[in-house]
């Protein structure tokens, strides 16, 4: 995939000092049980310095209180969705992890981003901060890709290719149950800048290695 410019936050580091990734946690929320699959997406404030304007999976960094490991990572899920979007009530050993994704060496704020899969819980209305998150919206995963075709959804590289995958899948239901069974392995997508054209490349396609 090709974009012209990278988003807030994604500038490249020109430094060639490689940044520590910072550890963090996004919840993918969704709703539809067994008969349909919408996924909810927040936008960040135009003013923040990392991804502003874009529109995202609700999460943040790990806090330092918050620990180390695969529980820190879910502390830190539940606790972003209910800052960002006002949603409570998901313990955090009800997450489904669905992946992990390290930023690319080169670029200069660095995350390593673990993703989890939750169902909302029952006449959940979310609500935004708005501070940090000024706008959120319930999309299908073809929904928000064709959005994004269309210029109206300012979307990352990380979101769409999640996008792309939930796509496959007719229900929430399904999409959870088939995480449940994987093993999760983590992601770092590669720059190949040509130009003024930045490449991001994933493992196993051409040039990534």
Avoid: C
């Avoid at 060639?16 to 909810?40: D, K, M, N, W, Y």
């Avoid at 874009?54 to 969705?81: C, K, S, T």
């Avoid at 992946?99 to 704020?109: D, G, K, L, M, N």
């Amino acid at each position: 995939m090709e974009f012209d410019k990278p988003a807030p936050g994604e500038e490249l580091n020109e430094s060639g000092e490689e940044t520590l990734p910072r550890q963090a946690a996004s919840v993918i929320l969704l709703r539809g049980g067994s008969e349909a699959l919408e996924l909810l997406l927040v936008q960040r404030t135009p003013q923040a310095r990392f991804m502003g304007g874009f529109w995202v999976f609700p999460g943040g960094a790990v806090d330092a209180h918050e620990g180390e490991g695969d529980e820190a990572h879910r502390l830190a899920a539940v606790r972003e969705l209910e800052e960002e979007a006002s949603v409570g009530g998901i313990a955090p050993a009800e997450l489904v992890k669905f992946s992990r994704w390290i930023t690319p060496a080169v670029v200069q704020i660095r995350f390593d981003t673990h993703f989890f899969l939750a169902s909302a819980p029952a006449d959940v209305s979310p609500v935004v901060d708005g501070s940090e998150i000024v706008d959120l919206v319930w999309h299908t995963p073809q929904s928000a890709l064709d959005a994004f075709g269309r210029e109206e959804l300012p979307l990352v590289f990380p979101t769409i290719k999640h996008l792309e995958q939930f796509s496959k899948f007719e229900s929430a239901d399904a999409l959870i149950a088939h995480a449940a069974g994987q093993t999760v392995e983590p992601v770092e997508p590669r720059i190949l800048v040509e130009g003024e054209v930045a490449r991001v490349l994933l493992p196993g396609e051409p040039g990534y290695d």
